[in-house]
């Protein structure tokens, strides 16, 4: 990556991530929204990433999804393949170390031929309605013409007890609060808060648990390479190893290790299309050299597969004009995921 790619939008302007308390995010007073919303404005046009500290999620959840985690992984590669990702057609199940390709970014893309399989393996979910507890038990979702609901490949009791619950209330926990944080960010945006409430009521969330083993001394493969997220905003939670690191503009890459107590939070592609590229979708990347196993667990939100991503009228101007024409949520992540998953489903 070099200096004039980090002087692009997707790269942070600073030298260190910033950490934002969300203590205020549901507050009664709307001054105190205001403030939260503000501090939030600052840190997504500046850096596109924040760790975020009183978040409400509850470190037991935490940890616990962390433990479920470390069992999937930890279990036989012939059990796990049982569930592999190649076998869906929306992107859902197991990718064992290899299988997934570095992509590029947008302004520096990395062509099919050319991508090379990452020192991760992965289990990737899609959103359910038990997910939801804005649905109603059952719930049925209605068209799907991207192709990229359900359909998740879940390990049953068998392979491994109470797996799937515990994944299933930490999406459900993650969806509520991330309902409550696009709030915040439509007030940032200075749009009224409920603005984005019509484009997510099945919204395109996908989870998925990373595991990046201790990369040998003297190897150069990355555990994930340099990309940029797709959907509106990630939430991680990336246990006590680090390995993430996020690019500024200078061309630096700059670490953003584990704090206790805090998750991290980056902007991604379609909100930074809303704002006009004003929000960064930063550039960021995985090297596990600590020595020890890591293990991480992106939570990707992203509106309705079906709703239609714009830039936001009060973001452009004669001189600024909308930086792409309107799409849909569901084509663009889908045909980005047909790209990371090289010859996988789809
Ligand atoms: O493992 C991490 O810390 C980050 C993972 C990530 O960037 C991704 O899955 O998009
Ligand atoms: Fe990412």
Redesign the pocket.
């Known amino acids: 990556m070099d200096q004039n790619q980090a002087e692009a939008s997707q790269a942070a302007n600073c030298d260190q991530i910033p950490v934002i308390d969300l203590s205020n995010l549901n507050s009664s007073n709307a001054e105190e929204r205001q403030q939260l919303a503000r501090n939030i404005y600052d840190v997504c046009t500046q850096v596109g990433f924040f760790y975020i500290k009183n978040h409400g999620i509850p470190e037991a959840m935490i940890s616990g999804i962390h433990r479920a985690a470390e069992s999937f992984f930890a279990l036989p590669e012939e059990q796990k393949m049982k569930l592999y990702i190649g076998n869906s057609q929306k992107f859902r199940g197991y990718s064992p170390i290899g299988g997934e390709k570095t992509t590029g970014t947008d302004d520096d893309p990395v062509s099919a031929e050319e991508a090379t399989g990452v020192l991760s393996e992965a289990f990737d979910v899609g959103y359910e309605t038990d997910m939801d507890f804005q649905k109603p038990p059952n719930a049925v979702i209605g068209a799907d013409p991207y192709g990229l609901y359900g359909d998740n490949q879940w390990p049953n009791g068998d392979m491994l007890a109470g797996f799937k619950e515990t994944y299933i209330q930490y999406c459900a926990r993650l969806l509520d609060f991330c309902r409550s944080l696009i709030k915040v960010i439509a007030l940032a945006l200075e749009v009224p808060e409920d603005y984005f409430d019509s484009k997510i009521r099945t919204p395109g969330v996908t989870s ?1 648990m ?1 595991h ?1 083993p201790a990369q040998p001394v003297g190897e150069a493969r990355e ?2 390479g340099a ?1 940029t ?1 797709w959907e509106c905003f ?1 939430i ?1 939670s ?1 246990g006590k190893v680090p ?2 690191q996020v690019l500024n503009h200078r061309g630096e890459w700059i670490l953003a290790p584990p704090i206790p107590g805090t998750l ?1 939070v980056n902007i991604a592609d379609c909100l930074s299309t809303w704002t006009n590229k004003k929000f960064k979708s930063t550039i ?3 090297t596990n050299i600590s020595g020890e196993e ?1 293990y ?1 667990i ?1 939570f ?1 939100f992203g509106i309705d597969y079906e709703a239609t991503v714009a830039v936001l009228d009060n973001h452009t101007s004669e001189d600024n004009p909308a930086c792409r024409p309107p799409f849909k949520a569901g084509e663009w992540v889908r045909e980005k995921m047909s790209k990371a998953y090289v010859g996988y489903g789809g």
């Open positions: 998925r990373m990046y555990g994930l990309h997220d990630t991680l990336q390995g993430l991290v960021h990347r995985v890591r991480s992106p990707f």
